[in-house]
């Protein structure tokens, strides 16, 4: 970042959108719109990248699931360190790779510690939760919480029942 904003070529923009983009076949131009003053203006570009902060917003995360040092969600091995064992005791595991501290609850993408924070990466292991959460719901994964007074003490039967049929 630093040696981008001294860069003599490099315009850094904040408080900035884009709103097209120009070009038949390769980008020309960009008009953007400066969003705390809503003018917008034309710049030559031959390149365009977009950075959008490298902040996780997982504040209203943090009771429910664990998060490292600066916010970013643990799955997976990272995870397990801090999970409630007797949450996992009745799964006879502990999270899977992108699972995070709470059976069930998976992260991928920039939110994840220890992501890679790229757009493709963060698209593959979206693809790769959703089979996670597909492994998950076969094994009939559906612990009661037993920290909330609202699970604690109730029936788990329709878990039961589906795990019957499945067996059937």
Not at 108 to 136: F, N
Not at 158 to 168: E, I, M, N, P
């Amino acid at each position: 970042m630093d040696q981008l904003e001294r860069h003599p070529k490099v315009e850094i923009l904040t408080h900035t959108e884009v709103r097209q983009v120009h070009g038949a076949d390769a980008l020309r131009s960009l008009t953007v719109e400066d969003n705390s003053t809503g003018r917008p203006r034309e710049l030559k570009a031959h390149a365009l990248f977009v950075f959008i902060g490298t902040r996780p917003y997982t504040e209203w995360l943090q009771d429910t699931i664990a998060l490292d040092s600066q916010g970013f969600v643990l799955t997976g091995a990272d995870a397990e360190p801090a999970t409630d064992k007797k949450t996992w005791l009745p799964l006879g595991r502990g999270p899977l790779l992108l699972e995070t501290t709470l059976p069930g609850v998976f992260a991928a993408g920039d939110v994840r510690s220890g992501s890679v924070k790229r757009v493709t990466s963060a698209a593959g292991e979206g693809a790769t939760a959703v089979r996670l959460v597909h492994e998950h719901r076969a094994r009939g994964d559906t612990p009661e919480d037993p920290g909330t007074p609202q699970t604690r003490g109730r029936s788990n039967a329709g878990a039961d029942v589906q795990r019957a049929r499945r067996s059937a």
